[in-house]
Structures are given as C-alpha cells and as structure tokens.
C-alpha cells in the first residue's frame, strides 16, 4: 500500500513538473499594445507614377476576373 502511494505521489510530481515546464510564459502570451505601423502614402511620388500603378492594379483585377 505505501509502495503504491509512493508511486501515484511520485507520478503526480513528475506530471507537474512536466505541466509547470511547458507552460508558456506571462510575456509570452501578453502583447505589447503597441499598434502595427500602418502603410502611408508617399508624397514623392509623381502623379504619372501613381496613374501608372492604377492602370497596373486594374490590369491585375481584370487578370483575377477571367480567372
């Protein structure tokens, strides 16, 4: 009977540790709250620059849609 107390208390020990070593840490599951940084528009760009990557984007829609 203590041999097998002995073996379920051990067994309870060592499930605990195993438990207790995986579990993630505080910093690992909290977020910084910091926000992504967002894509901004760039004023340096030239407005025949910028028409050409509209005619670029509609071309790209009209290839998605004959797909």
Do not use: C, H, R, W
């Not at 910093?27 to 028409?51: F, Q, R």
């Amino acid at each position: 009977m203590k041999k097998l107390f002995l073996l379920i208390l051990g067994l309870g020990i060592i499930a605990g540790l195993f438990y207790f070593s995986t579990k993630p840490t505080v910093d690992e599951t909290k977020t910084t709250g910091e926000a992504e940084e967002s894509m901004e528009i760039n004023d340096d760009l030239s407005v025949p620059e910028l028409e050409d990557f509209d005619q670029e984007i509609q071309g790209l829609d009209e290839s998605i849609n004959q797909l």
